[in-house]
């Protein structure tokens, strides 16, 4: 290991203690797609000690596109008696206000949840404090990619691989936050 990947990696450990220190909680969402126009359909929130705080499917204001279904397995008859955007969020919020939220991919699950609100035209008023695991495992693993002209970025289920962690990316939000908690201990050496 080079001197500038050994130092990378210590700071991304560093970090990862720094952010399990302030007791963040954990969150995954799955939606109808990646686009400007998709919303969630599926959000859950664990806390910083593992125990699950909220999953739930998501009424969205459109059909799940069957591109999207292939992946999460989350069919328009699961969310045809969910609860939609507007009446969650009020629960939603007050898990991530005022402390850390880390997700894989922050900045898409930030943005969904704007989406989500601008879905029912409800003004987005919430700074939440996203904390990004992916580059945090990025560093940690510290391959450079000449093509981003940054470190490699690996997908959730290569990390938690990497990790030997016996937990399963299934492409639904509580089984994936539970494995970016778990990621970002094994990133702190920690027991998660």
Do not use: C
């Not at 987005?124 to 450079?144: A, E």
């Not at 940054?150 to 492409?171: D, Q, R, V, W």
């Amino acid at each position: 290991m080079s001197d500038a990947t050994n130092t990378t990696q210590n700071s991304a450990i560093e970090l990862a203690r720094k952010i399990i220190d302030q007791k963040p909680v954990y969150i995954d969402t799955e939606t109808t797609g990646l686009e400007k126009d998709d919303e969630i359909i599926e959000i859950s929130i664990v806390d910083f000690d593992g125990k699950t705080l909220l999953s739930s499917l998501v009424k969205p204001t459109k059909p799940i596109p069957p591109d999207a279904q292939r992946v999460h397995h989350i069919h328009d008859a699961d969310v045809a008696k969910a609860q939609s955007w507007p009446i969650l969020w009020p629960r939603i919020r007050s898990f991530l206000f005022g402390r850390p939220v880390a997700a894989y991919n922050a900045p898409f699950d930030y943005r969904m949840m704007q989406q989500s609100h601008a879905r029912y035209r409800l003004p987005w008023r919430d700074n939440l404090n996203m904390v990004d695991v992916l580059p945090i495992y990025s560093d940690f693993r510290g391959i450079w990619d000449p093509t981003r002209r940054s470190m490699k970025y690996f997908k959730l289920e290569e990390a938690g691989a990497h990790f030997n962690i016996p937990l399963i990316n299934e492409h639904r939000s509580e089984a994936d936050t539970l494995l970016v908690r778990a990621v970002l201990h094994s990133i702190a050496g920690l027991p998660y």
